[in-house]
């Protein structure tokens, strides 16, 4: 089957892959061969499922997905599955993300769940130390994996489901549509390292150090950064996050959509910062999303 990209109606930058039902259905049998269970004690299970996928598209759904994740003008593609009718549950979505993973590289160990991917809710009531869980605070724009040893190329969320959710849309802001990003990337304190570190739910003992900025192979500026994480060592460092906190919130340039259930965003985590907006309260709000982030294998 042929693939067909499109442009997102925000942003021309962010791709959209659909993936139809007559497709699908071409991976409900060989995806029943391997529970979640066995995708989680054995890897190598989820390289061959990942090769079902690419199999029905003849290989160009791998080369397709490097090809936008990699390029610096582009960085993010949102895979949309044709997924109304019930047989595509929440363990085909899982087995779906699990493929698109495993078709650029490497998941990362996510400390969080001891697994290779983390499911999580978000609620009316919430009692967590992370702001991922805070249903009526805007997640304000971030990169994953700023507080872990691990490289991390790339990240997915998939929204698996969602009920009685109003608000809540997808802010991604690409780094080069960034309006302070020569003023802040080429600030000095932006270059030094900073202490990261994180809440007791994510399971990590220990900090590291490393700058916000550093550019890439070809020069050009990269960030890690998230707002809860950093331990500014002084004044200098402490205000520098302030103004660079502000001048991300305040760009005009953040591309904000909802995101369907069952689809995924798939982006490069060192140019493409995400976060979510508020959602309107409902005592009934209810959002399960799954995320994976890893590196790229080649």
Same mark, same amino acid.
């Given at each position: 089957?042929?693939?067909?990209?499109?442009?997102?109606?925000?942003?021309? +930058?962010?791709?959209?892959?659909?993936?139809?039902?007559?497709?699908?259905?071409?991976?409900?049998?060989?995806?029943?061969?391997?529970?979640?269970?066995?995708?989680?004690?054995?890897?190598?299970?989820?390289?061959?499922?990942?090769?079902?996928?690419?199999?029905?598209?003849?290989?160009?759904?791998?080369?397709?997905?490097?090809?936008?994740?990699?390029?610096?003008?582009?960085?993010?593609?949102?895979?949309?599955?044709?997924?109304?009718?019930?047989?595509?549950?929440? #363990?085909?979505?899982?087995?779906?993300?699990?493929?698109?993973?495993?078709?650029?590289?490497?998941?990362?160990?996510?400390?969080? %769940?001891?697994?290779?991917?983390?499911?999580? #809710?978000?609620?009316?009531?919430?009692?967590?130390?992370?702001?991922?869980?805070?249903?009526?605070?805007?997640?304000?724009?971030? %990169?994953?994996?700023?507080?872990? &040893? #691990?490289?991390?190329?790339?990240? *997915?969320?998939?929204?698996?489901?969602?009920?009685?959710?109003?608000?809540?849309?997808?802010?991604?802001?690409?780094?080069?549509?960034?309006?302070?990003?020569? #003023?802040?990337?080429?600030?000095?304190?932006?270059?030094?390292?900073?202490?990261?570190?994180?809440?007791?739910?994510?399971?990590?003992?220990?900090?590291?150090?490393?700058?916000?900025?550093?550019?890439? %192979?070809?020069?050009?500026? *990269?960030?890690?950064? *998230?707002? =809860?994480?950093?331990?500014?060592?002084?004044?200098? =460092?402490?205000?520098?996050?302030?103004?660079?906190?502000?001048?991300?919130?305040?760009? &005009?340039?953040?591309?904000?959509?909802?995101?369907?259930?069952?689809?995924?965003?798939?982006?490069?985590?060192?140019?493409?910062?995400?976060? +979510? &907006?508020?959602?309107?309260?409902?005592?009934?709000?209810? +959002?399960?999303?799954? +995320?994976?982030?890893?590196?790229?294998?080649?």
């Amino acid at each position: 089957m042929s693939i067909n990209i499109l442009d997102h109606e925000k942003s021309k +930058r962010v791709k959209i892959v659909n993936l139809k039902e007559q497709d699908l259905d071409k991976l409900i049998f060989p995806f029943k061969k391997h529970s979640i269970t066995s995708l989680e004690y054995k890897p190598f299970s989820r390289f061959t499922i990942a090769k079902t996928l690419d199999d029905c598209f003849k290989g160009e759904l791998s080369k397709k997905l490097n090809k936008i994740l990699k390029d610096r003008n582009s960085g993010t593609v949102i895979v949309q599955p044709e997924i109304k009718d019930k047989k595509f549950d929440k #363990e085909f979505l899982v087995k779906l993300s699990t493929c698109l993973a495993y078709l650029v590289g490497l998941p990362n160990f996510d400390s969080m %769940t001891g697994k290779y991917y983390a499911r999580f #809710e978000v609620k009316h009531t919430d009692s967590s130390d992370s702001y991922l869980r805070k249903a009526y605070s805007n997640l304000d724009l971030h %990169t994953d994996g700023t507080y872990v &040893k #691990e490289k991390t190329d790339w990240l *997915i969320m998939t929204k698996m489901e969602e009920t009685n959710v109003s608000g809540g849309e997808s802010v991604i802001l690409h780094l080069d549509d960034w309006e302070y990003l020569d #003023e802040l990337s080429k600030d000095p304190v932006g270059r030094e390292n900073f202490v990261w570190s994180s809440p007791k739910s994510k399971n990590v003992d220990y900090k590291v150090e490393h700058p916000v900025f550093k550019d890439d %192979t070809n020069g050009k500026p *990269i960030i890690s950064y *998230i707002d =809860q994480f950093p331990e500014p060592k002084n004044m200098k =460092q402490g205000l520098y996050l302030q103004k660079l906190s502000d001048a991300l919130e305040e760009s &005009k340039n953040k591309v904000i959509f909802p995101l369907t259930v069952g689809s995924t965003i798939f982006s490069n985590n060192y140019f493409w910062l995400h976060g +979510r &907006k508020a959602f309107k309260k409902h005592s009934g709000l209810s +959002r399960e999303l799954l +995320r994976i982030r890893g590196v790229f294998s080649h």
